[in-house]
């Protein structure tokens, strides 16, 4: 069974930082891409980040590119989303899901239960 178990969330003044930590296990973890999705208040599902199995190319929304950093380290089967300059629009519900990517658009597989990050003053 595919387990993914987030952590990290919490509240966070705009401008601050967090990191967010994803601990894979029931799969073999470096023969999977995985992502970052968010779930704002009264919103839908928003894909955020991915980053390939072996962890060399990565890929980020618009809404966070140059703020938000994916990395992973396969030895430790976990994936991370450092997130910098943290705005309110960025509260959500953070997961952390296996990934597809058909040429065109990343789904998301298996997900986590998510963390909390919500980003008030």
């Known amino acids: 069974e595919v387990q993914l178990v987030e952590s990290g969330g919490g509240l966070v003044q705009p401008g601050g930082t967090l990191r967010l930590s994803c601990a894979a296990s029931g799969l073999s973890f470096g023969n999977y891409d995985m992502s970052w999705v968010r779930q704002g208040p009264g919103k839908g599902p928003e894909w955020v980040s991915a980053i390939n199995s072996g962890g060399g190319r990565t890929y980020y929304a618009d809404s966070v590119k140059g703020r938000f950093t994916i990395s992973r380290d396969n030895a430790k089967n976990t994936v991370y989303l450092q997130m910098n300059s943290l705005k309110p629009e960025d509260t959500a519900v953070y997961y952390c899901?296996?990934?597809?990517?058909?040429?065109?658009?990343?789904?998301?597989?298996?997900w986590g239960q998510g963390t909390q990050v919500t980003v008030s003053s």
């Open positions: 899901a296996t990934a597809f990517f058909d040429g065109s658009t990343w789904y998301a597989g298996s």
